[in-house]
């Protein structure tokens, strides 16, 4: 195989995957009915999530020091991000089943990059409802913001980055699996576990958490610090005032080491024979 340079080579995986994606967006239109009942399904289910939190706060004013729009504005921004990579890159926790079954060493003869046919494999566009309840939740909230063009920035660079580092955190986890051949539920606890935290305040949680999820695994640059940047609150935990600022530094070096671990799962595995 001739040796592509990074440009060229990203430019090949990008034109796979969207090719591969649109397949099984085709295979999925072949039955609409199904298609919009199991999107609206989503919205419904997902929707049940912010419904919860909505009924905790009749009974509180504030929770950890925020109201209930507040939450809901980390709640959104979150849930977008983490649907979004979910919906693009979700299919790649399923590493250890194409270990088991040997589609993994099919994947391998083919000219695409193991990583592009593992993400785009099963691509689900039903998952859009998701997506569509996080919008919807960020969309009620989004009025208690004082919008100027400098917040509506860090927003924007919050998502991309937020989607990038819930990418990172799939890919992650899900390459354990070379080792383990299943460890599916072990990558759930920190994909969808890791969501799930991230929809509260970070005030609730002891201070080894948060620095947990700022300089081990950095979650909270995906909504935490943003968000304090667009409700113009300081962090009550001291973080450094350019922190607001950083995401796309944590998922720049996110994305680093998510290669380095990607490249070492790959060359340990070892065919099943199946």
């Known amino acids: 195989m001739v040796e592509q340079r990074p440009p060229a080579y990203l430019a090949h995986a990008a034109r796979s995957y969207v090719q591969i994606a649109l397949l099984w967006v085709r295979a999925a239109m072949a039955y609409p009915v199904s298609f919009w009942m199991m999107t609206v399904s989503g919205l419904l289910i997902t929707f049940l ?35 979004t990579a979910d919906m693009l890159v979700g299919s790649v926790e399923k590493i250890g089943q194409k270990v088991r079954s040997g589609d993994l060493d099919t994947m ?64 992650i986890f899900s390459t354990i699996q070379f080792w383990t051949t299943d460890a599916s539920e072990f990558a759930n606890a920190f994909t969808y576990g890791g969501n799930t935290i991230m929809q509260y305040p970070m005030t609730i949680f002891p201070r080894e958490v948060v620095r947990s999820l700022t300089y081990l695994l950095p979650l909270a640059f995906v909504n935490w610090y943003p968000c304090l940047f667009l409700l113009g609150r300081a962090d009550p935990l001291g973080s450094p005032g350019w922190f607001p600022f950083a995401s ?27």
Request: contains cysteine; aromatic residues 12%; positive net charge.
């Open 49 to 83: 999530d912010f419904v919860t939190i909505w009924l905790m706060f009749t009974h509180i004013d504030a929770y950890g020091g925020f109201r209930l729009r507040e939450i809901a504005l980390l709640y959104g921004v979150t849930s977008i991000a983490f649907r």
């Open 248 to 274: 796309p530094l944590a998922a720049l070096v996110l994305v680093g080491v998510t290669a380095l671990v990607w490249r070492q799962g790959l060359r340990h595995y070892r065919s099943t024979g199946s």
């Open 108 to 171: 391998m003869t083919k000219p695409v990059p193991v990583l592009v046919q593992l993400c785009a494999d099963r691509f689900e566009l039903r998952r859009l409802g998701q997506i569509a309840q996080g919008v919807a939740v960020f969309a009620w909230a989004a009025p208690i913001v004082d919008w100027t063009p400098q917040r509506l920035l860090v927003l924007v660079l919050a998502l991309v980055s937020g989607v990038a580092i819930y990418f990172c955190v799939f890919v």
